[in-house]
């Protein structure tokens, strides 16, 4: 079964750039793809993009188009979310997830624990 | 960007207790519609999908029905582990959206 394990916390300054990993251990890369979904504290989920190996394809939340980049690297089996021109209404934690096509829903089975990110000067 | 609004946002109840949560969409979305428990301090976990499919694993007094804009997700008999926040989540479109949440609390 695959797990998503991603990397540790992070205190960042305003202006700068975060880049968080998620690595799938236990199975195959998951060519699928994979999601980011972020979350404020004490707030809701809020997707930011996905991207598809399979199609080579990614697809961001017009919120975070100019500002965010997914990206994979099947020789680790990881991915990568990179969050730049950070303000303080970033911090959240930053989830991965496996992207799965079930039936015809796009849902995400597999979740990394989580990646919290604190912007602040 | 398609709207997914949650009823109600929290709710208490009972173990033994039968809840219904319900989730609209600001336009059509077929059975796009998923289902997650999420618990303090844990990622979220699915619980259904397309609106009616129960994710290996998951409990069977769990049940999700709908489509077209109105979904709404059951659990039978509340069991003390069943205390959490629910979410929706639509994937008829990009960008995919979440409901803001029922938070269930024990009353």
């Known amino acids: 079964q695959v797990q998503l394990v991603q990397s540790g916390a992070e205190v960042k300054k305003p202006g700068s750039s975060v880049k968080v990993s998620c690595k799938a251990s236990g199975g195959t890369f998951p060519k699928s793809g994979f999601t980011w979904v972020r979350q404020a504290p004490g707030q809701g989920l809020e997707w930011m993009g996905r991207?598809?190996?399979?199609?080579?394809?990614?697809n961001y939340a017009q919120k975070f188009q100019d500002r965010v980049s997914i990206t994979t690297d099947e020789s680790t089996s990881t991915a990568y979310m990179e969050l730049s021109s950070l303000r303080s209404e970033d911090t959240a934690i930053y989830y991965c997830a496996r992207r799965q096509v079930l039936l015809w829903s796009e849902g995400f089975d597999i979740w990394g624990q989580g990646t919290m990110v604190t912007v602040s000067s | 960007d398609i709207q997914m609004t949650q009823s109600p946002s929290s709710l208490s109840a009972s173990v033994g207790d039968r809840v219904t949560i319900t989730c609209r969409a600001s336009?059509?979305?077929?059975?796009?519609l998923n289902w997650y428990q999420q618990k303090p301090g844990e990622a979220p976990n699915l619980l259904i999908y397309?609106?009616?499919s129960l994710q290996s694993g998951v409990p069977s007094r769990f049940s999700g029905s709908g489509s077209g804009t109105e979904f709404t997700l059951t659990i039978s008999s509340l069991q003390p582990e069943d205390f959490a926040t629910y979410y929706c989540?639509?994937?008829?479109?990009?960008?995919?959206?979440f409901g803001q949440g029922t938070r269930l609390e024990i009353k």
């Open positions: 991207i598809i190996p399979d199609y080579g394809t990614t």
């Open positions: 989540q639509q994937s008829y479109t990009i960008p995919i959206t």
């Open positions: 397309a609106a009616s």
């Open positions: 336009q059509y979305i077929s059975t796009y």
